[in-house]
């Protein structure tokens, strides 16, 4: 089993960074992904990060903007989050790639201000 915690959500600026965290307890997820939710959207998927971090994979509206990395020591992974954009926008989640149904956390509120 596996408990997923996000953190490091906030208030930024258009053109400002973020930088997103997951912690896990209980056994190292094989592989993480982030999803977020807008407002009166569906949920999606944003990036996922493999074992040892040398396969990432990133949706397109955040290629190039977000970059996602883990620290395995620490049982945790980053979503670096730049140039920010008001439709990234979003309650960001963290999860297993692909997403399990017990493993939704509360998520971390992104807002971008224009």
């Known amino acids: 089993q596996v408990q997923l915690v996000e953190s490091g959500g906030g208030l930024v600026q258009a053109g400002g960074s973020l930088r997103l965290s997951c912690a896990a307890s209980?056994?190292?997820?094989?592989?993480y992904g982030w999803f977020r939710q807008a407002p009166g959207k569906e949920r999606e998927f944003v990036a996922a990060?493999?074992?040892?971090?040398?396969?990432?994979f990133y949706a397109d509206s955040v290629k190039g903007r977000f970059t996602l990395s883990r620290d395995n020591a620490k049982n945790t992974a980053y979503l670096q989050m730049n140039s920010l954009k008001p439709e990234d926008t979003a309650v960001y989640y963290c999860?297993?790639?692909?997403?399990?149904?017990?493993?939704w956390g509360p998520g971390t509120q992104v807002t971008v201000s224009s």
């Open positions: 999860n297993l790639n692909p997403p399990r149904d017990s493993y």
């Open positions: 209980g056994r190292i997820p094989e592989t």
């Open positions: 990060i493999s074992w040892a971090g040398l396969a990432t």
